[in-house]
T-cell receptor
């Protein structure tokens, strides 16, 4: 059974049109991450939540926002997608600091900007 | 700065053995992870090393030397389905995962 679920798997959006990607988890993990991954590159951390505490990476563009209304759900909002934002967006969870476990990934959402 | 290095691409033959190396320089160390990623899919966890030595899990083994900032992933009895990218990631002192760019492994019959 899928433990980290991302919807949709594929998303096409228009240039400049706001889009929201969703992630849910059944693991009850404290930490949720959003990564951006472009072809043949490492996943790039955009931000993460430790419980409700939001941590933004310094180089994450303001165009990217996130919400975590409860433990199970996390959303990535792209306010005005540009062509350069086309990528795979990966959501991951882990148990958190002090409990070293692997990060569990969702299947990803591939975003196309037209 | 923090840095993870691994070869961009490797080629091996079905049935053979291949070793994928990873070197790292990070602020602190809370373990090293190996992930497998097939094209267009999310990474899946393979192994975790936090102490020096070899961890074996079926056809896959992972080795760590903390003093050298070095790890390798060893894949035995290669199968065509092992064709994928293999990502090395280090958890730093802030419990953040620092990722390498991945090694694309091509398996030939």
């Amino acid at each position: 059974d899928a433990m980290v679920i991302q919807n949709p798997r594929y998303q096409v959006t228009q240039f400049g049109k706001p889009v929201t990607l969703s992630c849910s988890q059944t693991l009850n993990h404290n930490v949720m991450y959003w990564y951006q991954q472009k072809s043949s590159q490492a996943p790039k951390l955009l931000f993460h939540y430790y419980d409700k505490d939001f941590n933004n990476e310094a180089d994450t563009p303001d165009n990217f926002q996130s919400r975590r209304p409860n433990t199970s759900f996390c959303f990535l909002d792209i306010r005005s997608p540009g062509l350069g934002d086309a990528a795979m967006y990966l959501c991951a969870t882990s148990r958190g600091s002090g409990h070293i476990t692997e990060a569990f990934f969702g299947q990803g959402t591939r975003l196309t900007v037209v | 700065g923090q840095n993870i290095d691994q070869p961009t691409e490797m080629t091996a033959t079905e049935g053979a053995i291949v070793q994928i190396n990873c070197t790292y320089q990070t602020s602190g160390f809370n373990g090293l992870f190996w992930y497998q990623q097939h094209a267009g899919e999310a990474p899946t966890f393979l192994s975790y090393n936090v102490l020096d030595g070899l961890e074996e899990k079926g056809r896959f083994s992972s080795f760590l030397s903390r003093s050298k900032g070095y790890s390798y992933l060893l894949l035995k009895e290669l199968q065509m389905k092992d064709s994928a990218s293999y990502l090395c990631a280090v958890m730093d002192s802030n419990y953040q995962l620092i990722w390498g760019a991945g090694t694309k492994l091509i398996i030939k019959p």
